[in-house]
T-cell receptor, first 113, second 111 residues
Framework: AQSVTQLGSHVSVSEGALVLLRCNYS??????LFWYVQYPNQGLQLLLK??????LVKGINGFEAEFKKSETSFHLTKPSAHMSDAAEYFC???????????FGTGTKLQVIP | ETGVTQSPTHLIKTRGQQVTLRCSSQ?????VSWYQQALGQGPQFIFQ???????GRGNFPPRFSGLQFPNYSSELNVNALELDDSALYLC??????????FGPGTRLTVL
C-alpha cells in the first residue's frame, strides 16, 4: 500500500520568499513521485516527477523537488515566490507495479504581496 | 496535440438519479483513470481503464462503473446518486511512468 502525507494544509509566504511544501510518502516498492498544482475550478497540472535517476528534479515555473529515500520525503521548493504561484499543490505517489496514483490532501499556498 | 477533455463542465442531479460523465483522452494515450475530488480533499482514485478493460479499482461501490471505447475515450457512470457523491470528477490519461494528464473536471452537485 502507498500513502502520502502533506504537512501543512495552508502555507503563507511573502512574495520573493522561499517556498517549501513538505511531502512524505510511504511505499513498499521504489516509488514514482509527483507534484501537481491546481488552480481554482481547474484540473491538475503536473509540476514535476521523479521516477529513477537523479534525485533532484526540476520542474516548470521554477519549482524543484528532491527525492530523499532515507527520509521518505519529496519536498517541493522554489527560491522566490510569485503572486501567480498561489494555488493548491498536491503530492502523489505510484509505482511501476501499480497504475493507481495516490494523492495527498493538498497544501494551499498563499502568496502575500 | 489535443489535451484531455471532459463533459459536461457542471451537472446538477437529485438523489437516486443516474449520471454519465465523459472523457476524451490525450492523443496517443490508451489508459484513462477517474478520480473523485471532494471539496477540500485530494483526488481519490475510482478506477482505471487500459485498452477497454478495467485495470484497477479504488475503494468505491459497484454503483460507480465505467467504460472505455476503442478510441480510448471513457465514461464514468454513477447510479443511485447520493448527496456525498457531490464532487469534482477528474479524468486523466496516462503516458509512461504513470504520468497523468488531467482534464478540467466535471463538477457534480447532488441535491
Amino acid at each position: 500500500a502507498q500513502s502520502v502525507t502533506q504537512l501543512g494544509s495552508h502555507v503563507s509566504v511573502s512574495e520573493g520568499a522561499l517556498v517549501l511544501l513538505r511531502c512524505n510518502y510511504s511505499s513498499s516498492v521504489p516509488p514514482y513521485l509527483f507534484w501537481y498544482v491546481q488552480y481554482p475550478n481547474q484540473g491538475l497540472q503536473l509540476l514535476l516527477k521523479y521516477t529513477t535517476g537523479a534525485t533532484l528534479v526540476k520542474g516548470i515555473n521554477g519549482f524543484e523537488a528532491e527525492f530523499k529515500k532515507s527520509e521518505t520525503s519529496f519536498h517541493l521548493t522554489k527560491p522566490s515566490a510569485h503572486m501567480s504561484d498561489a494555488a493548491e499543490y498536491f503530492c502523489a505517489v505510484s509505482s511501476p507495479r501499480d497504475q493507481k496514483v495516490t494523492f495527498g490532501t493538498g497544501t494551499k499556498l498563499q502568496v502575500i504581496p | 496535440e489535443t489535451g484531455v477533455t471532459q463533459s459536461p463542465t457542471h451537472l446538477i442531479k437529485t438523489r437516486g438519479q443516474q449520471v454519465t460523465l465523459r472523457c476524451s483522452s490525450q492523443s496517443g494515450h490508451n489508459t484513462v483513470s477517474w478520480y473523485q475530488q471532494a471539496l477540500g480533499q485530494g483526488p481519490q482514485f475510482i478506477f482505471q481503464y487500459y485498452r477497454e478493460e478495467e485495470n484497477g479499482r479504488g475503494n468505491f461501490p459497484p454503483r460507480f462503473s465505467g467504460l472505455q471505447f476503442p478510441n480510448y475515450s471513457s465514461e464514468l457512470n454513477v447510479n443511485a446518486l447520493e448527496l456525498d457523491d457531490s464532487a469534482l470528477y477528474l479524468c486523466a490519461s496516462s503516458s509512461v511512468h504513470n504520468e497523468q494528464f488531467f482534464g478540467p473536471g466535471t463538477r457534480l452537485t447532488v441535491l
